[in-house]
């Protein structure tokens, strides 16, 4: 009887090698005969369209650098886009699959810096290869990979300026983020200056604010800094990233609060940020005629530009705000078409930094909690490009 069940034991366990080497040889023919040796694709996330848009960008970036085959993973409204027709795409259910084929039978690298791809590139490793772009867009997930972020240059997102440095990756990108279909443009006066306000409030998608959003400027010291960023001064690039707002004591105790500009106080400056901003441009431009177009996210557009006209009550200056009937898309192109952008660092505005030709762009650099309710901006960069006089 023994000799029996030890037989058997024996016929299941070369049945299941069996079973085992034959599963792996059709999954590494497969595997040789569906998947790319070499390829980058962008990650899934559950962000906005203005982050996902730039997890796009960077994953793009990387690819064009290194001259590694891009694959799209496609992502909400990415099929408003150029982008949704032009690139090669990897399916969701590919997406799932290929980190277990690559680990079993490739390489499969996961990219939080440029050091993950240079490492595995300079192995010279004949094994196919799949970079899965993982370089966050928010504090929390540089946290989270114990990434220092003044190393990494990528929360301040640095595809701007690499796109000015780099104008055969730009012209594509540009082409890639605009919409497949003609859109309403708005009608802009060609008399007066135009300027494009983003007022980041989270619209309900981000939980509520916490900071006072009027204060007596005079009270706070506050520094200026005016950034041009251009092929003749590549080094600016290095300055913005310096000037960046860093990891503090402040910001890291307050990251697990409740409130969205605690946790991301960039993406949410109080109103009276735009009110000094718009005052100023006002002045740097010789107090000529403005036209203030505010977009925002907030369910009463009309509201806050009231409150802001109001703040900034200067004669030369008419304003106007998005209706809601308007898309996203819509929005984030309008913007684009503008002469100035006073924005956040949303991931929204940025974009049409990206896709627009400002000629000035104002943003925070650096923000201080003065107090649990006073948020203060108290470094805002400036990206003025050549040739462009007060």
Same mark, same amino acid.
């Given at each position: 009887?023994?000799?029996?069940?030890?037989?058997?034991?024996?016929?299941?366990?070369?049945?299941?090698?069996?079973?085992?080497?034959?599963?792996?040889?059709?999954?590494?023919?497969?595997?040789?005969?569906?998947?790319?040796?070499?390829?980058?694709?962008?990650?899934?996330?559950?962000?906005?369209?203005?982050?996902?848009?730039?997890?796009?960008?960077?994953?793009?970036?990387?690819?064009?650098?290194?001259?590694?085959?891009?694959?799209?993973?496609?992502?909400?409204?990415?099929?408003?886009?150029?982008?949704?027709?032009?690139?090669?795409?990897?399916?969701?259910?590919?997406?799932?699959?290929?980190?277990?084929?690559?680990?079993?039978?490739?390489?499969?690298?996961?990219?939080?810096?440029?050091?993950?791809?240079?490492?595995?590139?300079?192995?010279?490793?004949?094994?196919?290869?799949?970079?899965?772009?993982?370089?966050?867009?928010?504090?929390?997930?540089?946290?989270?990979?114990?990434?220092?972020?003044?190393?990494?240059?990528?929360?301040?997102?640095?595809?701007?300026?690499?796109?000015?440095?780099?104008?055969?990756?730009?012209?594509?990108?540009?082409?890639?983020?605009?919409?497949?279909?003609?859109?309403?443009?708005?009608?802009?006066?060609?008399?007066?200056?135009?300027?494009?306000?983003?007022?980041?409030?989270?619209?309900?998608?981000?939980?509520?604010?916490?900071?006072?959003?009027?204060?007596?400027?005079?009270?706070?010291?506050?520094?200026?800094?005016?950034?041009?960023?251009?092929?003749?001064?590549?080094?600016?690039?290095?300055?913005? $990233?310096?000037?960046?707002?860093?990891?503090?004591?402040? +910001?890291?105790?307050?990251?697990?609060?409740?409130?969205?500009?605690?946790?991301?106080?960039?993406?949410?400056?109080?109103?009276?940020?735009?009110?000094?901003?718009?005052?100023?441009?006002?002045?740097?431009?010789?107090?000529?005629?403005?036209?203030?177009?505010?977009?925002?996210?907030?369910?009463?557009?009309?509201? +806050?530009?009231?409150?802001?006209?109001?703040? $900034?009550?200067?004669?030369?200056?008419?304003?106007?705000?998005?209706?809601?009937?308007?898309?996203?898309?819509?929005?984030?192109?309008?913007?684009?078409?503008?002469?100035?952008?006073?924005?956040?660092?949303?991931?929204?505005?940025?974009?049409?930094?990206?896709?627009?030709?400002?000629?000035?762009?104002?943003?925070?650099?650096?923000?201080?909690?003065?107090?649990?309710?006073?948020?203060? $901006?108290?470094?805002?960069?400036?990206?003025?490009?050549?040739?462009?006089?007060?």
């Amino acid at each position: 009887m023994k000799f029996y069940w030890k037989s058997v034991l024996n016929r299941k366990a070369f049945t299941a090698f069996i079973v085992l080497v034959s599963t792996y040889f059709i999954g590494f023919i497969i595997f040789n005969l569906t998947c790319p040796h070499l390829a980058i694709i962008n990650r899934i996330s559950r962000d906005r369209l203005g982050d996902q848009i730039i997890i796009y960008s960077k994953a793009k970036w990387l690819a064009y650098k290194y001259k590694i085959p891009f694959l799209l993973v496609p992502f909400e409204k990415s099929n408003q886009l150029n982008l949704f027709y032009k690139e090669k795409h990897c399916s969701k259910l590919q997406y799932n699959l290929y980190p277990i084929l690559y680990t079993i039978f490739g390489n499969y690298v996961k990219v939080r810096t440029e050091k993950d791809i240079t490492n595995a590139l300079n192995k010279n490793s004949k094994l196919p290869t799949l970079f899965i772009s993982r370089i966050g867009t928010k504090l929390q997930e540089h946290l989270e990979t114990d990434i220092e972020y003044h190393n990494t240059a990528w929360i301040n997102s640095m595809v701007y300026e690499l796109m000015i440095l780099n104008p055969d990756f730009a012209k594509n990108l540009k082409y890639m983020l605009q919409p497949k279909d003609k859109i309403e443009k708005l009608t802009l006066p060609k008399d007066k200056i135009t300027v494009a306000v983003h007022v980041r409030k989270g619209g309900g998608f981000d939980p509520e604010l916490k900071s006072t959003q009027y204060y007596n400027i005079s009270k706070y010291n506050i520094e200026y800094k005016e950034i041009c960023i251009s092929k003749n001064n590549p080094n600016n690039i290095k300055r913005i $990233v310096e000037n960046t707002t860093k990891i503090d004591d402040k +910001i890291l105790a307050s990251i697990k609060k409740t409130f969205s500009d605690q946790g991301c106080p960039e993406k949410f400056p109080p109103e009276q940020y735009y009110v000094e901003q718009i005052k100023k441009l006002s002045h740097r431009f010789n107090n000529k005629p403005i036209y203030i177009h505010i977009f925002t996210d907030d369910n009463n557009p009309k509201q +806050i530009k009231k409150r802001i006209k109001n703040s $900034v009550n200067l004669p030369n200056i008419k304003f106007a705000y998005n209706k809601q009937n308007t898309s996203i898309v819509q929005d984030y192109c309008a913007m684009a078409e503008f002469d100035c952008l006073i924005r956040s660092m949303s991931g929204f505005a940025y974009l049409s930094q990206l896709l627009g030709n400002h000629k000035i762009i104002i943003y925070p650099i650096h923000m201080t909690w003065i107090n649990p309710d006073i948020l203060v $901006v108290d470094k805002i960069g400036i990206i003025k490009r050549d040739n462009q006089n007060s």
